[in-house]
Each structure stands twice: as structure tokens, then as C-alpha cells.
């Protein structure tokens, strides 16, 4: 009878400490395989903060694998899973490791063509997009991309013939008058460069002309403009300036060193752009060169010639009233001046970019940036709610590696193919939609190429404010397996 008991039942050896149950378990616990074990739960939409070396790509092949086996197992298409990552070689890598985990009867489907896998580029994903909806997206249907190569000689052409063009245009640049034609060439280049973002701008204020008065209300160019015109033509403008002017004529060896005459053209002045020349000039009589107010008046009052009607505490009051004016009043008209360079090179910019766009598309010919741009304003048109309902139809579940190099347009793309997560929808088909992804904001590398590293933190509170606590899980693994 003794010899049959449990093994669990046994006597413990009086030598042998007892230890809590509890701690044997959370031993025997791999944190890497626990993360990659709840990634794996088909029901929730997952946030896997992993850094280096942790698991990352394990838990995303996990989890895509078992959406792949219960896609299966309700008779839905497995490409009802897509996987995204930023480059070819990490799509590749992933692919290879999903194929090598497949089981023998889902890998016979694949290879004889009757399913596939969807694991991509997101600039891969956008193409197949356009290539579904090319005329919905005002594309060629058989539109290819653009070499690199020519993409650089294209971008130089493009703005070499736009600045061309403005050069007749004093609206346009007049406002910049301070650049060099080098310092232009590089100012359109760098717009050019953050195009993906320009772009979708546009397309949310329903044009050029709309990102343009956009621009000009984010930096209150007008409102600006109105104060700087109501201060200059306003009598206590014009009272201070001009008493200015008379105390400085009781002062003959400073008048001109004071800019005397000056201080009465100021107080004339009618025109912003005039008065501002004119206060120029009397920068050096009221401010330091860093800017800063003088702590003592140009006159000492050891010098001071004394007078009835300008006592020297006069002087010093109204040194002190006309640099409280003046200072807000430059102040002021650089950002108006700014506001109008910002709005003269966003002007250049589109000139640009539209010639770029011509020379390309003659050719039937996208760049990379073009696959986000279309694929998004695809998604933001008239016959965006047929398109999505298709996609809705078509895909399930979305995972995104690398998420802290995805940029503001791709997010904004993803964002709206997966809105029905976040409002709660889709609970009714045989399967809930899902969102998987799966980022460190510390190994950011692609912030040259418009990656955002905060939006890995934005979707996580996304998550947990708008799903429900059982429709979510927010993972994190930290540890290198590596070293």
C-alpha cells in the first residue's frame, strides 16, 4: 500500500527545507515563451514593447501562425492574416520562419497556389492596394516604379524648372529675398524629402490651396499682420515717437548718436514693412547686441543736458516705454515675415513636386513615396467606404513589426484599415478582427525616412482606452537572449 502512493504524497526528507509551492512554479517559468504564448491569443489585439535580442520575431511568428491554424480550422483563407515590416530582407526572414513551422497540410496548399501567405513591405501592401484600384486611385492600371537613379535626376530637374518658373513671380518670392539660390535648392529638397507628410496635409485640407491657408492659420499670419498695422497707425504710437524726437533736439551732442530724426520718421510711418526699416535702425539705440533691453539709457545722466521740460527721469522713462514697443513690435513682424517664407517655399515645394509628379507619371512610374500618398488619399476619397468594406471582407488581422519605424502616413493608412477594432466592430463574423504589433521606440533607425518612434506609445494608449480589458493584452519583454 505504501509503495502505491503518489509520488506528491511522499514524506519530504527531514533534511529537505519546505519551500513554498508557488516559487517552483515561477521558476520553472521562460518569460520569453510566456510573452510568445500570450501573443499567440487569437481573441485579443496585442502591444509587445521587446527589446533586442528578446523574442520580438519569435512571438509575431507565434502569434501569426496560430491566427493562420484558427483561419484554417473555420474554413476562412489564411491571407485573411497580413503581416507587415519595413523591409524586404525582415519579410523575407519572417516568411521563411513561418514556412518552416507550417504544418505539412496547410504548406501543400501553399505551394500548389490555392493559398498564400501575406507577409510584405508596407510599400508592397499599399501597391497591391492600387494595383486593385488603380482607376479609383487616378493611377494607370499597369503603373510601375521609379530607379532611384532616375528619381535624383528627376528631383533636381523638377526643382531646377520650378524656380525657374517663380523667378517671375514677385508674390512668390519676394518673401524670399534673404536666400541664396543654394539655400532654396536645399529648402525644396528637405520639403521634398518629408513629401509622405506634406502630402497627406494636403489631402486632409482638400488641396494646395487649403494646406496653404492652413499654414498661414497655424502661424496666425493674418492676425499678426492686423496688430502690427493697428499699433504703427495708432496715436500713442505716433505720441510716443514723436516726444521722443523733441527730447532728443534739447540734446544736440547726442541727437544724432540717439537717431533723433529717426524716431520722427517712426512716428510718421504708415506702412508695417517702412516702419519696421525705420526701427531697425534704432535697434542699436535701445538694445543690446544679444537683443536685450539696455539695463542704462544711452545718455548717462552725467551728460545729460538739464532740462524744464524733458527732466531726466522723463528720458529714462521713455527709453524704457519706447524698448517695451519696439521689442514686441519686431518680435511680431518676424513671425508675420516667417509666415510668409513658410508659405512662399510650401508655394515652391508644389511647384516642384507637381512638375516631379508630370515627369513620372508621363512614364506610367510611382516612387516609393508615391505607393503611401496614393494608397492614403485612396482611402480618404469619395469611394473609400466600397474599397474598405472590400478589405473588411478580406482581411482579419493585421501585425506590424518594427512599429517604431513606421511613419505618421503609414500609420494613418493602418489606422483606417483597422478602425473597426477600435470601435468595437466586427464581433459578429466568424472570426473578431485583431491588431497585432510589436515595436522598441529605442531602436528607432529610420527617423531620416519619416519614422515617428512615438506613435509605438500612442497605439498602446489607443488600446487601452478603446478596447475593452479581454480584447487587449499589453506585453512587454525586456530581456536579451542574445548576450
Known amino acids: 500500500m505504501f509503495n502505491q502512493r503518489l509520488d506528491s504524497d511522499r514524506v519530504r526528507p527531514a533534511c529537505q527545507p519546505r519551500v513554498p509551492d508557488f516559487l517552483f512554479t515561477h521558476m520553472t517559468i521562460n518569460p520569453k515563451k510566456q510573452a510568445a504564448s500570450k501573443a499567440a491569443d487569437t481573441d485579443r489585439s496585442i502591444h509587445l514593447s521587446a527589446s533586442a535580442g528578446s523574442g520580438k520575431t519569435r512571438a509575431l511568428k507565434e502569434r501569426y501562425l496560430a491566427l493562420l491554424d484558427k483561419l484554417d480550422l473555420r474554413g476562412l483563407n489564411i491571407d485573411q492574416a497580413v503581416a507587415i515590416t519595413f523591409t524586404d530582407k525582415a519579410a523575407a526572414e519572417i516568411k521563411e520562419r513561418v514556412m518552416h513551422d507550417l504544418p505539412d497540410a496547410m504548406l501543400k496548399k501553399i505551394i500548389r497556389g490555392r493559398q498564400d501567405l501575406r507577409i510584405s513591405t508596407i510599400h508592397s501592401f499599399c501597391m497591391n492596394l492600387l494595383k486593385r484600384y488603380p482607376l479609383e486611385a487616378g493611377l494607370p492600371p499597369d503603373f510601375g516604379v521609379l530607379d532611384s537613379r532616375d528619381q535624383v535626376y528627376k528631383i533636381r530637374k523638377a526643382i531646377e524648372d520650378s524656380l525657374e518658373e517663380a523667378d517671375r513671380s514677385p508674390v512668390v518670392m519676394a518673401p524670399l529675398s534673404a536666400f541664396t539660390a543654394d539655400e532654396l535648392v536645399e529648402s525644396i529638397e528637405f520639403l521634398l524629402k518629408i513629401r509622405t507628410r506634406l502630402k497627406r496635409v494636403e489631402i486632409d485640407a482638400k488641396g494646395p490651396e487649403g494646406m496653404l491657408r492652413a499654414v498661414r492659420a497655424g502661424m496666425d499670419v493674418e492676425t499678426v499682420e492686423a496688430e502690427l498695422a493697428s499699433l504703427v497707425g495708432s496715436p500713442a504710437w505716433r505720441a510716443l515717437f514723436m516726444q521722443m524726437e523733441l527730447l532728443l533736439r534739447s540734446q544736440p551732442d547726442f541727437q544724432e548718436t540717439c537717431k533723433g530724426a529717426t524716431h520722427g520718421s517712426l512716428a510718421s510711418a504708415q506702412d508695417t514693412h517702412v516702419a519696421y526699416r525705420i526701427a531697425d535702425a534704432l535697434v542699436p539705440v535701445y538694445f543690446t547686441k544679444q537683443g536685450e533691453p539696455l539695463k542704462r539709457p544711452r545718455i548717462p545722466k552725467s551728460k545729460y543736458r538739464a532740462d524744464k521740460m524733458f527732466p531726466y527721469p522723463v528720458y529714462e522713462t521713455l527709453c524704457a516705454q519706447v524698448a517695451e514697443v519696439l521689442s514686441p513690435f519686431r518680435s511680431a513682424y518676424h513671425r508675420a515675415q516667417a509666415g510668409h517664407e513658410a508659405v512662399s517655399l510650401l508655394r515652391l515645394y508644389l511647384l ?23 494608397a492614403y488619399r485612396l482611402l480618404q476619397g469619395l469611394e473609400s467606404p466600397e474599397i474598405l468594406y472590400w478589405l473588411d471582407r478580406k482581411i482579419l488581422h493585421f501585425l506590424v513589426d518594427e512599429f517604431q519605424d513606421t511613419s505618421d502616413i503609414q500609420w494613418a493608412i493602418l489606422n483606417k484599415l483597422t478602425e473597426e477594432i477600435f470601435a468595437g466592430q466586427g464581433t459578429e463574423k466568424r472570426m473578431a478582427p485583431t491588431l497585432f504589433v510589436v515595436g522598441d521606440e529605442k531602436q528607432s533607425i529610420y527617423r531620416f525616412r519619416e519614422a515617428n518612434y512615438r506613435l509605438i506609445r500612442d497605439i498602446q494608449d489607443k488600446m487601452e482606452t478603446l478596447l475593452l480589458p479581454e480584447a487587449r493584452e499589453i506585453l512587454t519583454l525586456q530581456k536579451n537572449y542574445r548576450s
Do not use: M, N, T, V
Open 352 to 374: 516642384a513636386e507637381e512638375r516631379y509628379q508630370k515627369s513620372k507619371l508621363r512614364e506610367g512610374l510611382l516612387d516609393f513615396d508615391d505607393l503611401e500618398i496614393y
